[in-house]
Protein backbone atom coordinates (compact mmCIF):
# COMPACT_ATOMS: atom_id res chain seq x y z
CA UNK A 1 0.00 0.00 0.00
CA UNK A 2 1.49 3.40 -0.59
CA UNK A 3 2.72 5.24 1.73
CA UNK A 4 3.79 8.69 3.04
CA UNK A 5 7.43 8.62 4.25
CA UNK A 6 9.38 11.49 5.89
CA UNK A 7 12.82 11.66 6.70
CA UNK A 8 14.99 12.31 9.61
CA UNK A 9 12.41 10.81 11.87
CA UNK A 10 14.59 12.92 14.54
CA UNK A 11 16.39 16.10 14.11
CA UNK A 12 18.27 17.88 16.84
CA UNK A 13 19.33 21.69 15.91
CA UNK A 14 20.74 24.47 17.62
CA UNK A 15 18.32 27.46 18.11
CA UNK A 16 19.04 29.77 15.32
CA UNK A 17 20.28 27.38 12.45
CA UNK A 18 18.11 26.19 9.33
CA UNK A 19 16.57 23.13 9.25
CA UNK A 20 14.93 21.11 6.29
CA UNK A 21 12.19 18.57 6.60
CA UNK A 22 11.59 15.98 3.78
CA UNK A 23 8.67 14.23 2.67
CA UNK A 24 7.15 11.86 0.09
CA UNK A 25 4.13 12.02 -0.84
CA UNK A 26 2.18 9.62 -2.18
CA UNK A 27 2.94 9.43 -5.97
CA UNK A 28 -0.48 10.22 -7.50
CA UNK A 29 -1.34 12.85 -5.10
CA UNK A 30 -1.49 16.34 -6.23
CA UNK A 31 -2.38 18.23 -2.36
CA UNK A 32 0.14 18.05 0.12
CA UNK A 33 0.59 19.64 3.87
CA UNK A 34 3.00 20.60 6.21
CA UNK A 35 1.02 19.95 9.96
CA UNK A 36 2.91 20.30 13.68
CA UNK A 37 1.89 18.89 16.91
CA UNK A 38 3.36 19.61 20.00
CA UNK A 39 4.07 17.18 22.46
CA UNK A 40 0.23 16.26 24.37
CA UNK A 41 -1.43 18.88 22.37
CA UNK A 42 -3.06 19.37 19.00
CA UNK A 43 -2.67 19.24 15.95
CA UNK A 44 -1.85 22.43 14.00
CA UNK A 45 -2.03 23.10 10.44
CA UNK A 46 0.87 25.20 9.02
CA UNK A 47 0.23 25.28 4.99
CA UNK A 48 -1.25 23.64 2.45
CA UNK A 49 0.61 23.45 -1.13
CA UNK A 50 -0.76 22.81 -4.64
CA UNK A 51 -0.03 23.09 -8.52
CA UNK A 52 3.26 23.95 -7.20
CA UNK A 53 2.40 26.77 -4.79
CA UNK A 54 0.93 27.08 -1.72
CA UNK A 55 -2.73 27.31 -1.08
CA UNK A 56 -3.60 28.04 2.26
CA UNK A 57 -1.14 28.84 5.09
CA UNK A 58 -1.76 29.77 8.84
CA UNK A 59 -0.82 32.05 10.89
CA UNK A 60 2.34 29.99 12.31
CA UNK A 61 3.40 29.50 8.96
CA UNK A 62 5.18 33.03 8.81
CA UNK A 63 8.77 34.41 7.39
CA UNK A 64 10.43 31.85 8.78
CA UNK A 65 9.10 29.10 7.31
CA UNK A 66 9.07 28.28 3.45
CA UNK A 67 7.95 24.74 1.53
CA UNK A 68 8.77 23.64 -1.91
CA UNK A 69 8.80 20.83 -4.18
CA UNK A 70 12.16 20.75 -5.66
CA UNK A 71 11.37 17.32 -8.10
CA UNK A 72 8.50 15.57 -8.68
CA UNK A 73 8.52 13.67 -5.50
CA UNK A 74 10.26 15.43 -2.16
CA UNK A 75 7.58 17.94 -0.60
CA UNK A 76 10.16 19.70 1.57
CA UNK A 77 9.56 22.12 5.22
CA UNK A 78 12.07 24.97 5.86
CA UNK A 79 12.48 26.37 8.96
CA UNK A 80 14.81 29.48 9.12
CA UNK A 81 16.95 30.02 12.22
CA UNK A 82 14.96 28.02 14.48
CA UNK A 83 13.21 28.62 18.20
CA UNK A 84 13.27 26.92 21.03
CA UNK A 85 9.24 26.75 20.87
CA UNK A 86 9.74 25.08 17.15
CA UNK A 87 10.52 22.39 19.18
CA UNK A 88 7.65 19.43 17.83
CA UNK A 89 6.59 16.83 15.52
CA UNK A 90 5.93 17.54 11.86
CA UNK A 91 3.65 15.73 9.93
CA UNK A 92 3.67 15.82 6.06
CA UNK A 93 0.22 14.79 4.19
CA UNK A 94 -0.76 14.59 1.03
CA UNK A 95 -4.16 14.09 -0.66
CA UNK A 96 -5.70 13.05 -4.13
CA UNK A 97 -8.38 15.89 -4.13
CA UNK A 98 -7.79 17.94 -1.74
CA UNK A 99 -10.06 18.84 1.35
CA UNK A 100 -12.49 16.40 -0.55
CA UNK A 101 -10.68 13.26 0.11
CA UNK A 102 -9.01 11.81 3.16
CA UNK A 103 -5.56 12.93 3.85
CA UNK A 104 -2.60 10.19 4.81
CA UNK A 105 -0.16 11.40 7.19
CA UNK A 106 3.57 10.39 7.47
CA UNK A 107 5.37 9.27 10.26
CA UNK A 108 6.44 12.43 11.20
CA UNK A 109 10.10 13.91 12.11
CA UNK A 110 10.21 15.09 15.65
CA UNK A 111 12.06 18.33 15.60
CA UNK A 112 14.22 19.05 18.78
CA UNK A 113 15.82 22.59 19.66
CA UNK A 114 18.31 23.01 21.85
CA UNK B 1 -11.89 32.31 12.91
CA UNK B 2 -13.08 28.64 13.54
CA UNK B 3 -13.11 27.11 16.51
CA UNK B 4 -13.26 23.54 17.04
CA UNK B 5 -14.49 22.01 20.30
CA UNK B 6 -14.22 17.97 21.27
CA UNK B 7 -15.47 16.88 24.06
CA UNK B 8 -15.02 15.35 26.63
CA UNK B 9 -11.31 15.56 26.07
CA UNK B 10 -10.67 12.38 28.34
CA UNK B 11 -12.46 9.50 28.12
CA UNK B 12 -11.77 6.18 30.44
CA UNK B 13 -14.56 3.32 29.80
CA UNK B 14 -14.93 -0.31 30.33
CA UNK B 15 -14.94 -2.86 27.58
CA UNK B 16 -18.25 -3.58 25.92
CA UNK B 17 -19.65 0.06 26.36
CA UNK B 18 -21.02 2.55 24.06
CA UNK B 19 -20.02 6.17 24.62
CA UNK B 20 -19.91 9.16 22.24
CA UNK B 21 -17.57 11.51 21.36
CA UNK B 22 -18.69 15.15 20.33
CA UNK B 23 -17.54 17.58 18.27
CA UNK B 24 -18.59 21.40 17.84
CA UNK B 25 -17.32 23.51 15.41
CA UNK B 26 -17.99 27.83 15.31
CA UNK B 27 -18.68 28.47 11.69
CA UNK B 28 -20.06 27.09 8.56
CA UNK B 29 -18.25 24.16 7.31
CA UNK B 30 -19.73 20.98 5.09
CA UNK B 31 -16.42 19.27 5.26
CA UNK B 32 -14.80 17.01 8.78
CA UNK B 33 -12.65 14.63 9.02
CA UNK B 34 -11.77 12.05 12.17
CA UNK B 35 -8.46 10.54 12.69
CA UNK B 36 -7.03 8.38 15.61
CA UNK B 37 -3.66 9.01 16.80
CA UNK B 38 -2.12 6.22 18.76
CA UNK B 39 1.12 7.42 21.02
CA UNK B 40 3.95 8.25 19.49
CA UNK B 41 2.51 7.22 15.75
CA UNK B 42 0.78 9.47 13.60
CA UNK B 43 -2.33 10.26 12.31
CA UNK B 44 -5.12 7.48 10.74
CA UNK B 45 -7.78 8.96 8.55
CA UNK B 46 -11.51 7.55 9.81
CA UNK B 47 -13.88 9.08 8.25
CA UNK B 48 -14.26 11.71 5.83
CA UNK B 49 -17.94 13.39 6.26
CA UNK B 50 -18.63 15.82 3.19
CA UNK B 51 -22.22 16.35 3.61
CA UNK B 52 -25.27 17.61 6.24
CA UNK B 53 -26.55 13.97 7.45
CA UNK B 54 -23.23 12.41 6.30
CA UNK B 55 -23.32 8.79 8.17
CA UNK B 56 -20.31 6.51 8.19
CA UNK B 57 -19.35 3.13 9.55
CA UNK B 58 -16.40 1.19 10.00
CA UNK B 59 -16.51 -1.71 12.16
CA UNK B 60 -17.77 -0.18 16.22
CA UNK B 61 -17.10 3.15 14.90
CA UNK B 62 -19.53 5.61 13.28
CA UNK B 63 -19.37 9.44 11.96
CA UNK B 64 -21.98 11.59 11.96
CA UNK B 65 -22.51 15.37 10.60
CA UNK B 66 -24.87 17.59 11.13
CA UNK B 67 -23.84 21.12 9.63
CA UNK B 68 -26.58 22.93 10.97
CA UNK B 69 -25.99 22.53 14.50
CA UNK B 70 -22.19 22.06 13.75
CA UNK B 71 -22.00 19.06 15.42
CA UNK B 72 -19.96 15.81 14.70
CA UNK B 73 -20.29 12.70 16.20
CA UNK B 74 -18.08 9.76 16.99
CA UNK B 75 -20.03 6.86 18.54
CA UNK B 76 -18.29 3.97 19.94
CA UNK B 77 -20.43 0.86 20.15
CA UNK B 78 -18.98 -2.46 22.29
CA UNK B 79 -15.93 -0.90 22.53
CA UNK B 80 -12.60 -2.72 22.98
CA UNK B 81 -9.02 -2.13 24.25
CA UNK B 82 -7.86 -1.99 20.47
CA UNK B 83 -10.02 1.09 20.31
CA UNK B 84 -7.73 3.09 22.99
CA UNK B 85 -6.20 6.07 21.06
CA UNK B 86 -6.83 9.79 21.05
CA UNK B 87 -9.35 10.55 18.44
CA UNK B 88 -8.90 14.22 16.52
CA UNK B 89 -12.17 16.10 14.73
CA UNK B 90 -11.09 18.25 11.73
CA UNK B 91 -13.00 20.87 9.88
CA UNK B 92 -11.86 22.30 6.59
CA UNK B 93 -13.01 26.40 6.67
CA UNK B 94 -15.96 26.93 4.21
CA UNK B 95 -14.16 29.02 1.52
CA UNK B 96 -11.22 28.19 2.26
CA UNK B 97 -10.40 24.46 0.77
CA UNK B 98 -7.02 23.41 2.23
CA UNK B 99 -7.21 25.26 5.54
CA UNK B 100 -7.96 22.44 8.39
CA UNK B 101 -8.57 23.22 12.14
CA UNK B 102 -8.61 20.09 14.59
CA UNK B 103 -9.78 20.05 17.97
CA UNK B 104 -7.86 19.49 20.90
CA UNK B 105 -7.94 15.60 20.67
CA UNK B 106 -10.05 13.18 22.57
CA UNK B 107 -7.80 10.51 24.60
CA UNK B 108 -10.07 7.23 25.10
CA UNK B 109 -8.76 4.43 27.59
CA UNK B 110 -10.82 1.33 27.59
CA UNK B 111 -10.48 -0.68 30.19
CA UNK B 112 -10.40 -4.98 29.84
Known amino acids: EPEVTQTPSHQVTQMGQEVILRCVPI?????FYWYRQILGQKVEFLVS????????KSEIFDDQFSVERPDGSNFTLKIRSTKLEDSAMYFCASSGQGAYDEQYFGPGTRLTVT | ELKVEQNPLFLSMQEGKNYTIYCNYS?????LYWYRQDPGKSLESLFV?????AVKQEGRLMASLDTKARLSTLHITAAVHDLSATYFCAVVLMNRDDKIIFGKGTRLHILP
Open chain 2, 27 to 31: TTSDR
Open chain 1, 49 to 56: FYNNEISE
Open chain 2, 49 to 53: LLSNG
Open chain 1, 27 to 31: SNHLY
